[in-house]
């Protein structure tokens, strides 16, 4: 099947920017992986896994949180397949574990926002802004 890895976490200092990176191995060419809606999710201690930026990938629509509209972006590239989250003005309150998913067999993100919409995921990697 598919794995997800996520890197580029790290510590910055509010104000800053940091760029993580989720890349897809395994059976990438599977057909339940394919049309998929992608998501960066973040997880603070104590507090609820939420989702951050979603893309899908044959449209390239995105969709932001409200809490990351203007500051945060996420990207694709196909041929490495790979997402990227280019996170800017970073703001303590983003400290968290990120995770990239992903949801196959769809058209649109537009129905896709929660954790349980998402069948593919990464262990994680730690942003921490101070």
């Known amino acids: 099947d598919v794995q997800l890895v996520e890197s580029g976490g790290g510590s910055v200092q509010p104000g800053g920017s940091l760029k993580v990176s989720c890349e897809a191995t395994g059976d990438v060419h599977s057909s339940s992986f394919q049309n998929l809606c992608m998501g960066w999710f973040r997880q603070a201690p104590g507090k609820e896994r939420e989702g951050v930026a979603r893309?899908?990938?044959?449209?390239?629509?995105?969709y932001y949180a409200d809490s990351v509209t203007g500051r945060f972006a996420i990207s694709q590239d196909s041929a490495k397949n790979t997402l990227y989250l280019q996170m800017n003005s970073l703001k303590p309150e983003d400290t968290g574990s990120y995770y990239c998913?992903?949801?196959?067999?769809?058209?649109?993100?537009?129905?896709?926002?929660?954790?349980?919409?998402?069948?593919?995921w990464g262990q994680g990697t730690q942003v921490t802004v101070s």
């Open positions: 998913a992903a949801r196959g067999r769809v058209s649109t993100c537009s129905f896709f926002r929660v954790p349980s919409d998402f069948e593919y």
């Open positions: 893309i899908a990938t044959g449209s390239g629509n995105t």
